[in-house]
């Protein structure tokens, strides 16, 4: 198994930049997600890992061995495709054995793989199965069979639960992060769905625009999102951002939104001109008094919790709260929000500004 | 706007029963949503009320008028449809005002512009009016074909999964204004969805659909708290009810009662039985265990910040469970 280095990764397509110089370390046996909206350069990076692109500059390092010129047979890696690319005319045992024997495998020995690989993924029974009649997931799982039965250093997916509807794609979900637990290979996997990410990843590169946003737990992004659009993409409802203008010091721990006095997190640099106060849905609460005041313009009920629709006099927000809590849609109610979980980005940038519940993540920027 | 009511419906296609013996009262006003998967019988309840399908028995009537007989045109009813279906050479202008423009409704010039702009007002695309309707985004697309079916004053509005092309943002906002769209109209509103976000945030009521059969209704807070069977327990809530044999945590289970069904909010940590962490799973907002407990898989939600890890053992007990029989159905 193995750790993958990415130094400077950068693609070119013409005059189209897909990957802007790239870095990050995926562990060995991670399973390390790659997070972004469409054409941020998410799949691109995992093309070049795998040897299907070749970087313009940059470099991959699997298990020290600099990769980013070899092609993608050398480098040990198996791929996984939105679509189930199985061939059709095989049964399942030749599709899952069919990497080995193109190596040139004896037979007993192939027999005998495929058959631990089917015991992993709960296929035994239909090994001897047409791929034609077989379910979704039955073709997901074949589909994976055939490349885990390499053994190779690496896994590369890209959205492999894309197609499948909401149901079904939780369960393979968790039918895959429990494959990746029993074997322990580093995976790479791409996706636009933050909940996805966040569920099954150890790790989250988000990429925005060719850039890497932020590279985390993802516990860690979602608590200290170093822009606002990493804030933003991840979070349902995402994070709330609040206008306002100010001059504020290095050191100060107090911002005021339309008269009212907040606490926040003990800025380390100063900033001024047009900011940004984010605050997480669940960390806003509704109170009687206070001298914040919004008015409730709808509420959603999700069973244990309700989301809040609120309008302030910095804009619209939304609260996530005890649907045991009665709202009226129309009242107008004061609001708290835990100072600890704040943060503050510049408007223009929309990066977030260094302070005592960053610092550790941000570093220096 | 008026009250609609189903009594006794069946409607069958070939061997397979879409619906079963449906009674649905859909009071004036109401935003009722009937939820279910895939082949439950969501979409033919609504043709039938339609009148695009026949009903092979029962009663479908609409403000107190029974409809069996009449065509669609004379039901009164607005349907939209999961895909936008929006005449590409006409302008924003041009397809809200084209229902009004039926010979049939003979509606004045002057009317139509108003309840046009009216509309347009309500679903904010004003400011779109005079774009073609291939020059909107696809938010845009599905509140214009929404509007087309509020620009006429209908009995009754029939939606088919309208948000379900859309992406998750949109998603979101549109539900919010469509909401608010039913409060300001005070219209009746029938809608279908496998989404369950959808219908427990917009509902009035829910009625759970499973394989042709109505088999709940109430406010989404009812069906959530109090469902009736494990199918409609497992209809919403996310991640899913536990449904486990009664008894595994040496609780006092009900006579009869084959299975507990335990909402993760509902697995209490701390004191009881012992249970294995699978996974901890950080969402952000809240942290889902993955248990292993006494041989089946529990999922319970934790503090963001916790410090379990995979791997330990933490004691688990059963808080506010419901029982159900070996039918599935819930034991009070």
Avoid at chain 2, 238 to 257: H, M
Wanted: with cysteine.
């Amino acid at each position: 198994m193995a750790q993958i280095v990415i130094k400077n990764l950068k693609k070119q397509f013409g005059d189209f930049t897909a990957v802007r110089e790239s870095s990050f370390t995926i562990e060995d046996g991670e399973f390390f997600m790659l997070l972004g909206p469409s054409g941020c350069g998410k799949t691109t990076t995992l093309r070049m890992i795998a040897g299907l692109e070749l970087p313009t500059s940059g470099e991959i390092y699997l298990d020290g061995e600099e990769i980013s010129q070899k092609r993608p047979r050398e480098r040990d890696i198996a791929f996984v495709f939105q679509m189930f690319a199985l061939y059709p005319h095989m049964n399942v045992r030749k599709n899952i054995s069919y990497p080995l024997v193109s190596q040139g495998m004896p037979r007993a020995k192939i027999r005998e793989k495929v058959a631990e690989v089917a015991r992993i993924l709960g296929i035994e029974d239909i090994l001897d199965r047409p791929v034609g009649g077989l379910s979704g997931g039955d073709r997901q799982r074949v589909a994976l069979g055939r490349a885990i039965v390499r053994e190779p250093k690496a896994f590369m997916m890209d959205e492999p639960l894309g197609a499948l509807d909401a149901e079904f794609r939780e369960q393979m979900a968790e039918e895959l992060r429990a494959l990746h637990d029993r074997m322990g290979a580093t995976t790479v996997y791409v996706t636009h769905d933050q909940l996805e990410a966040m569920q099954m990843g150890d790790k989250i590169v988000v990429m925005n625009n060719a850039v890497v946003e932020q590279f985390g737990p993802p516990q860690e992004i979602y608590d200290k999102p170093a822009t606002v659009f990493v804030a933003d993409f991840i979070g349902s409802p995402p994070m709330n951002f609040l206008p306002f203008s100010g001059r504020l010091a290095a050191g100060a721990d107090r911002v005021a939104l339309n008269g009212a006095s907040f606490a926040v997190p003990v800025l380390r640099e100063g900033a001024q001109g047009d900011l940004l106060f984010g605050v997480r849905p669940e960390h806003i609460r509704l109170v009687d008094d206070g001298g914040y005041r919004a008015e409730v313009l709808a509420t959603e009920y999700l069973g244990t919790t309700q989301i809040v629709t609120l309008r302030s006099h910095n804009g619209d927000l939304k609260a996530r709260i005890s649907s045991d809590q009665p709202v009226r849609t129309g009242e107008t109610v004061g609001l708290s929000f835990n100072a600890r979980t704040i943060s503050l980005f510049e408007a223009a940038t929309g990066r977030a500004l260094r302070s005592e519940l960053n610092e550790g993540v941000l570093g220096d920027g | 706007m008026a009250e609609v009511v189903l009594a006794g419906v069946s409607k069958s296609f070939g061997q397979t029963q879409a619906i079963s013996d449906v009674d649905l009262t859909v009071p004036d006003g109401s935003f009722v949503v009937l939820l279910g998967p895939t082949g439950a019988g969501k979409t033919t309840t609504l043709r039938l009320i339609a009148g695009l399908e026949k009903a092979d028995a029962g009663d479908i009537s609409i403000g107190g008028r029974r409809v069996n007989r009449k065509t669609p045109a004379q039901r009164d009813v607005a349907m939209v449809f999961q895909q936008y279906s929006l005449y590409p050479h006409l302008s924003v202008r041009e397809n809200l005002a084209f229902p009004l423009k039926s010979p049939v409704l003979r509606t004045p010039a002057a009317d139509i512009a108003r309840k046009v702009a009216e509309v347009a007002e309500v679903l904010h695309i004003s400011h779109k009016l005079d774009n073609k309707s291939t020059e909107l985004s696809g938010g845009e697309m599905q509140r214009v074909s929404i509007g087309r079916a509020l620009v006429r004053d209908p009995a009754v509005y029939l939606m088919d999964e309208p948000l379900s092309s859309l992406d998750a943002k949109l998603r979101a906002d549109l539900r919010i204004e469509l909401k608010r769209i039913h409060a300001e109209m005070a219209a009746t509103l029938l809608y279908v969805t496998h989404d369950q976000i959808e219908a427990m945030t917009m509902a009035s009521h829910v009625g759970v659909l499973d394989h042709g059969r109505l088999v709940q209704f109430g406010t989404p807070r009812e069906v959530y708290e109090s469902p009736h069977t494990t199918y409609v327990a497992a209809r919403l809530g996310q991640p899913r009810i536990n449904l486990l044999p009664a008894g595994l945590f040496g609780e006092a289970a009900p006579p009869g009662a084959v299975q507990i069904g335990l909402r993760p909010e509902h697995v209490g940590i701390g004191d009881g039985k012992d249970a294995q962490i699978v996974r901890v799973e950080h969402l952000g907002d809240q942290t889902r265990l993955h248990l292993k407990f006494a041989g089946y898989d529990v999922v319970t939600l934790t503090d963001p910040h916790t410090s379990l890890e995979s791997g330990q053992s933490i004691a688990i007990a059963p808080k506010n469970p419901l029982f159900f029989d070996a039918d599935g159905l819930r034991i009070r």
